[in-house]
């Protein structure tokens, strides 16, 4: 995809985070239920489906932010087939990986939008709103899209600070709550999307029963 003509917004960035799956460096969490190799392949369709709902509304430029690097051929041919850009997620936890990916797109952005692959019911509507928000001068600061197990599913900003990602207790329910604390702290305004459920923990397997559309293969 290119940062040009026949985007909604030309000048936002949607940033992809995704692991190569690799059995065993992926979806651990769900490795009791699936094995190794099972909760690989499910990351692989969760990746490939969240660019198959994504690429085909024509929002913003995607970015694939890729872990530990891009050369895993699913990321060639997801380039290959969506358009969309490479980009190599920097070394540290998740909050050093998402503060750096969203300084970086922000020299090339007015506003980016950061999502994984865990939540097959995200998708074009709640992105779109997402960027609706936080545009222009009286738009919100930041948008948060919350996770029903306490983390949160998206995050649309306008400006990245070391606060939002700093000592977070990823992975754990505190996740959006401490989120919440500190864009309070920093005096900012936001709006919130409703709350989604991922894919994180064998218990949440259940909600692949309830996906709005079946995956992509």
């Known amino acids: 995809m290119s940062a040009g003509g026949g985007l909604r917004l030309p000048a936002a ?60 051929p699913l990321f060639g041919a997801l380039a290959a087939r ?22 970086d797109a922000l020299t090339r952005a007015g506003a980016v939008v950061l999502i994984g692959c865990d939540c097959p019911g995200l998708g074009p509507a709640q992105v779109a709103a997402a960027l609706a928000a936080l545009d222009g001068v009286a738009g919100a600061d930041a948008v948060l899209g919350p996770a029903d197990d306490g983390g949160y599913v998206l995050l649309g900003l306008k400006r990245a600070e070391p606060a939002l990602f700093t ?17 309070a702290a920093l005096g900012w305004r936001w709006t919130e999307l409703p709350t989604l459920a991922d894919l994180d923990r064998p218990e949440d397997l259940g909600k692949l029963k309830r996906l709005p559309r079946p995956m992509v293969p």
Request: positive net charge.
């Open 82 to 103: 969506f358009g969309i850009s490479l980009h190599v997620q920097p070394a540290g936890d998740l909050g050093a990986r998402l503060l750096a990916a969203a300084q």
């Open 13 to 72: 960035r949607i940033l992809v985070f995704a692991k190569a799956p690799v059995a065993g460096a992926c979806k651990t969490r769900l490795i009791p239920a699936l094995g190794a190799e099972g909760a690989a392949a499910l990351h692989r369709e969760l990746v490939i489906d969240t660019l198959a709902r994504l690429e085909p509304a024509r929002i913003a430029p995607l970015e694939l932010w890729c872990a530990p690097d891009t050369g895993h």
């Open 167 to 183: 000592d977070v207790p990823w992975g754990g329910e505190r996740v959006a709550a401490v989120t919440r604390e500190r864009m």
